[in-house]
Protein backbone atom coordinates (compact mmCIF):
# COMPACT_ATOMS: atom_id res chain seq x y z
CA UNK A 1 0.00 0.00 0.00
CA UNK A 2 1.26 3.14 -0.76
CA UNK A 3 -0.59 6.47 0.90
CA UNK A 4 -4.39 6.19 1.01
CA UNK A 5 -6.99 3.38 -0.07
CA UNK A 6 -10.70 3.83 -0.15
CA UNK A 7 -13.30 0.64 -0.38
CA UNK A 8 -15.30 0.41 -2.15
CA UNK A 9 -14.44 2.54 -5.75
CA UNK A 10 -18.13 2.82 -6.44
CA UNK A 11 -21.62 1.73 -5.15
CA UNK A 12 -25.05 1.71 -5.93
CA UNK A 13 -27.19 1.21 -2.14
CA UNK A 14 -30.92 1.26 -1.86
CA UNK A 15 -32.54 3.87 0.63
CA UNK A 16 -32.78 2.81 4.15
CA UNK A 17 -29.51 0.35 4.02
CA UNK A 18 -26.67 0.62 6.12
CA UNK A 19 -23.31 1.05 4.28
CA UNK A 20 -19.55 1.55 5.65
CA UNK A 21 -16.91 3.66 3.56
CA UNK A 22 -14.01 1.83 4.41
CA UNK A 23 -9.96 4.39 4.39
CA UNK A 24 -7.03 3.10 5.19
CA UNK A 25 -3.08 5.03 5.24
CA UNK A 26 0.15 3.94 5.68
CA UNK A 27 1.88 6.94 6.49
CA UNK A 28 1.46 7.05 10.14
CA UNK A 29 -0.39 10.02 9.92
CA UNK A 30 -2.46 11.40 12.86
CA UNK A 31 -4.81 13.06 11.19
CA UNK A 32 -7.30 11.49 8.90
CA UNK A 33 -10.53 13.35 7.51
CA UNK A 34 -13.76 12.52 5.46
CA UNK A 35 -15.42 15.13 3.47
CA UNK A 36 -18.16 14.58 0.24
CA UNK A 37 -18.32 16.00 -3.41
CA UNK A 38 -21.51 16.53 -4.56
CA UNK A 39 -21.54 17.64 -8.59
CA UNK A 40 -20.16 21.00 -8.96
CA UNK A 41 -19.59 21.79 -5.74
CA UNK A 42 -16.56 21.57 -3.32
CA UNK A 43 -15.70 19.38 -0.73
CA UNK A 44 -17.31 19.60 2.87
CA UNK A 45 -15.52 18.06 5.62
CA UNK A 46 -17.75 15.29 6.98
CA UNK A 47 -15.94 14.23 10.12
CA UNK A 48 -12.35 13.89 10.93
CA UNK A 49 -10.00 12.50 13.64
CA UNK A 50 -6.91 14.22 15.16
CA UNK A 51 -5.26 11.11 16.82
CA UNK A 52 -6.05 7.64 16.92
CA UNK A 53 -9.19 7.25 19.44
CA UNK A 54 -10.29 10.71 19.20
CA UNK A 55 -13.26 12.09 16.27
CA UNK A 56 -15.13 14.99 15.61
CA UNK A 57 -17.73 16.66 13.78
CA UNK A 58 -17.48 18.90 10.71
CA UNK A 59 -19.68 20.95 8.79
CA UNK A 60 -22.29 18.08 7.70
CA UNK A 61 -22.38 15.21 9.87
CA UNK A 62 -25.68 14.47 9.94
CA UNK A 63 -26.29 11.04 9.35
CA UNK A 64 -22.98 9.83 9.38
CA UNK A 65 -20.98 8.05 12.22
CA UNK A 66 -16.91 7.78 12.03
CA UNK A 67 -15.00 6.03 13.98
CA UNK A 68 -10.75 5.74 14.85
CA UNK A 69 -9.87 2.75 16.98
CA UNK A 70 -5.98 2.69 15.33
CA UNK A 71 -3.84 5.28 13.76
CA UNK A 72 -4.14 3.66 9.90
CA UNK A 73 -8.02 3.53 9.39
CA UNK A 74 -10.78 5.47 9.59
CA UNK A 75 -14.15 4.40 8.41
CA UNK A 76 -17.52 6.16 7.78
CA UNK A 77 -21.15 4.40 8.15
CA UNK A 78 -24.29 5.64 6.80
CA UNK A 79 -26.64 4.28 8.82
CA UNK A 80 -29.37 4.47 7.14
CA UNK A 81 -28.60 5.69 3.50
CA UNK A 82 -30.76 8.51 2.07
CA UNK A 83 -30.82 9.74 -1.42
CA UNK A 84 -29.33 13.15 -0.69
CA UNK A 85 -26.07 11.53 0.47
CA UNK A 86 -25.55 10.23 -3.13
CA UNK A 87 -22.00 12.00 -3.49
CA UNK A 88 -18.41 10.69 -4.25
CA UNK A 89 -16.86 10.42 -1.03
CA UNK A 90 -13.03 11.38 -0.41
CA UNK A 91 -10.78 10.32 2.87
CA UNK A 92 -7.92 12.53 3.48
CA UNK A 93 -5.17 12.58 6.05
CA UNK A 94 -2.10 14.38 7.58
CA UNK A 95 0.54 14.21 9.23
CA UNK A 96 -0.90 16.41 12.28
CA UNK A 97 -3.95 18.10 12.94
CA UNK A 98 -4.22 22.00 13.39
CA UNK A 99 -1.19 22.90 11.87
CA UNK A 100 -0.90 25.85 9.18
CA UNK A 101 1.35 23.83 6.79
CA UNK A 102 0.07 20.16 6.72
CA UNK A 103 -0.77 18.74 3.86
CA UNK A 104 -3.58 16.71 3.46
CA UNK A 105 -3.04 13.67 1.18
CA UNK A 106 -6.20 12.05 -0.55
CA UNK A 107 -7.37 8.60 -1.51
CA UNK A 108 -9.40 7.97 -4.68
CA UNK A 109 -12.73 8.35 -3.50
CA UNK A 110 -15.90 6.72 -3.44
CA UNK A 111 -18.74 7.23 -5.62
CA UNK A 112 -21.74 6.54 -3.94
CA UNK A 113 -25.45 6.61 -5.45
CA UNK A 114 -28.66 6.23 -3.10
CA UNK A 115 -31.65 5.53 -4.82
CA UNK B 1 -21.84 35.08 3.17
CA UNK B 2 -19.62 31.23 2.34
CA UNK B 3 -16.09 31.14 3.81
CA UNK B 4 -14.54 30.47 0.32
CA UNK B 5 -15.67 31.99 -2.83
CA UNK B 6 -14.30 31.16 -6.15
CA UNK B 7 -14.98 32.23 -9.87
CA UNK B 8 -16.47 28.88 -10.74
CA UNK B 9 -15.53 29.61 -14.56
CA UNK B 10 -14.97 28.09 -16.77
CA UNK B 11 -12.20 29.74 -17.73
CA UNK B 12 -11.32 28.59 -21.70
CA UNK B 13 -7.78 30.01 -22.75
CA UNK B 14 -5.54 28.92 -25.66
CA UNK B 15 -2.32 26.95 -25.47
CA UNK B 16 0.37 29.38 -23.90
CA UNK B 17 -1.74 32.50 -22.45
CA UNK B 18 -1.67 33.65 -19.12
CA UNK B 19 -4.86 33.14 -16.74
CA UNK B 20 -5.50 34.23 -13.33
CA UNK B 21 -7.82 32.70 -10.43
CA UNK B 22 -8.87 34.37 -7.60
CA UNK B 23 -10.24 33.42 -4.30
CA UNK B 24 -11.66 34.91 -1.88
CA UNK B 25 -12.05 34.13 2.20
CA UNK B 26 -14.16 36.04 4.76
CA UNK B 27 -12.37 34.91 7.87
CA UNK B 28 -9.82 37.69 8.59
CA UNK B 29 -7.84 34.89 11.03
CA UNK B 30 -7.14 32.84 8.27
CA UNK B 31 -3.64 31.78 8.01
CA UNK B 32 -3.01 28.71 6.25
CA UNK B 33 -3.52 28.64 2.20
CA UNK B 34 -3.27 26.32 -0.59
CA UNK B 35 -4.06 25.98 -4.11
CA UNK B 36 -5.05 22.27 -4.91
CA UNK B 37 -5.62 20.50 -7.95
CA UNK B 38 -8.22 18.61 -9.55
CA UNK B 39 -8.77 16.36 -12.57
CA UNK B 40 -12.65 15.55 -13.21
CA UNK B 41 -13.77 14.28 -10.05
CA UNK B 42 -10.61 12.33 -9.17
CA UNK B 43 -8.74 13.03 -5.66
CA UNK B 44 -7.74 16.85 -5.41
CA UNK B 45 -3.55 17.06 -4.80
CA UNK B 46 -1.79 19.67 -3.62
CA UNK B 47 -0.85 22.28 -6.27
CA UNK B 48 1.30 24.74 -3.74
CA UNK B 49 0.53 26.43 -0.77
CA UNK B 50 0.33 30.37 -0.61
CA UNK B 51 3.08 31.92 2.20
CA UNK B 52 3.06 34.89 3.67
CA UNK B 53 2.68 37.19 1.01
CA UNK B 54 3.06 34.73 -2.23
CA UNK B 55 4.82 31.70 -3.54
CA UNK B 56 5.93 30.81 -7.24
CA UNK B 57 6.75 27.73 -8.27
CA UNK B 58 7.77 27.44 -12.21
CA UNK B 59 5.13 28.12 -14.11
CA UNK B 60 2.59 28.93 -11.23
CA UNK B 61 2.38 32.06 -8.73
CA UNK B 62 -0.03 32.12 -5.82
CA UNK B 63 0.00 35.57 -3.83
CA UNK B 64 -2.28 36.33 -0.81
CA UNK B 65 -3.35 40.00 0.09
CA UNK B 66 -4.96 40.05 3.64
CA UNK B 67 -6.04 43.65 3.46
CA UNK B 68 -8.60 42.72 0.71
CA UNK B 69 -8.85 39.05 1.82
CA UNK B 70 -8.13 37.28 -1.18
CA UNK B 71 -5.67 34.70 -2.72
CA UNK B 72 -4.83 34.29 -6.43
CA UNK B 73 -3.37 31.80 -8.72
CA UNK B 74 -1.16 32.75 -11.80
CA UNK B 75 -0.67 30.19 -14.62
CA UNK B 76 1.71 31.07 -17.03
CA UNK B 77 2.18 29.87 -20.41
CA UNK B 78 -0.62 27.51 -20.44
CA UNK B 79 -0.60 24.14 -21.13
CA UNK B 80 -3.03 21.48 -22.25
CA UNK B 81 -2.01 19.25 -19.44
CA UNK B 82 -3.28 22.22 -16.86
CA UNK B 83 -7.26 21.80 -17.71
CA UNK B 84 -8.00 20.87 -14.42
CA UNK B 85 -10.34 22.58 -11.35
CA UNK B 86 -8.39 24.80 -9.05
CA UNK B 87 -9.25 24.59 -5.29
CA UNK B 88 -9.11 27.09 -3.04
CA UNK B 89 -8.83 25.92 0.59
CA UNK B 90 -8.02 27.32 3.92
CA UNK B 91 -6.33 24.14 5.03
CA UNK B 92 -6.05 25.02 8.78
CA UNK B 93 -10.36 25.06 8.57
CA UNK B 94 -10.74 22.46 6.38
CA UNK B 95 -12.67 24.41 4.35
CA UNK B 96 -12.56 23.87 0.20
CA UNK B 97 -14.02 27.07 -2.73
CA UNK B 98 -16.33 24.96 -4.70
CA UNK B 99 -13.30 25.15 -7.84
CA UNK B 100 -12.64 27.21 -11.05
CA UNK B 101 -12.62 25.55 -14.09
CA UNK B 102 -9.61 25.72 -16.51
CA UNK B 103 -9.81 24.41 -19.98
CA UNK B 104 -6.38 24.99 -21.75
CA UNK B 105 -7.16 24.30 -25.82
CA UNK B 106 -4.82 24.00 -28.58
Known amino acids: IAGITQAPTSQILAAGRRMTLRCTQDMRHNAMYWYRQDLGLGLRLIHYSNTAGTTGKGEVPDGYSVSRANTDDFPLTLASAVPSQTSVYFC??????????????FGPGTRLTVL | RKEVEQDPGPFNVPEGATVAFNCTYSNSASQSFFWYRQDCRKEPKLLMS???SGNEDGRFTAQLNRASQYISLLIRDSKLSDSATYLC???????FGDGTTLTVKP
Open chain 2, 89 to 95: VLLYEST
Open chain 2, 50 to 52: VYS
Open chain 1, 92 to 105: ASSAEAGGLYNEQF
